[in-house]
């Protein structure tokens, strides 16, 4: 398919309107599929004005200082990946958390696109 001059400036303009309503505020993109048996499994993750909501499965003693992550800027659209650093010891009945992390702590800014690495797998 060839495109006159008309055809090319009105893709122009949609790419660009496109460019500019997806850089304000981020937008999750499913990660790499592959070997993911390290990450910790997220039940939900939301992006918000002001940061990334992880939903992980507790028994009862997971905090936020439990979890680590890494960002890797350098991927295209940069990656992050989260992990916990201590076990949930505690013995009740599993239940969801909720843990915040806001884009300035995580390194990124509040705008463009941003993969994370780990499963998502809803509790049922």
Avoid at 17 to 38: M, N
Avoid at 51 to 78: I, M, N, Q, W
Avoid at 79 to 105: I, N, P
């Amino acid at each position: 398919m060839t495109l006159d001059r008309r055809g090319l400036l009105a893709t122009g303009l949609l790419l660009a309107l496109g460019g500019c309503a997806a850089s304000r505020g981020i937008t999750l993109v499913a990660g790499p599929t592959g070997e993911t048996a390290e990450l910790e499994a997220l039940e939900a993750i939301t992006a918000t004005r002001d940061g990334l909501v992880l939903r992980v499965t507790s028994s009862g003693c997971t905090r936020k200082e439990d979890f680590t992550f890494y960002l890797d800027h350098a991927a295209l659209p940069p990656t992050v990946a989260f992990a916990r650093k201590r076990v949930d010891g505690c013995h009740e009945a599993a239940e969801a958390v909720e843990l915040r992390f806001s884009y300035e702590e995580l390194g990124v800014v509040g705008r463009g696109r941003l993969a994370v690495l780990n499963p998502v797998t809803p509790r049922r």
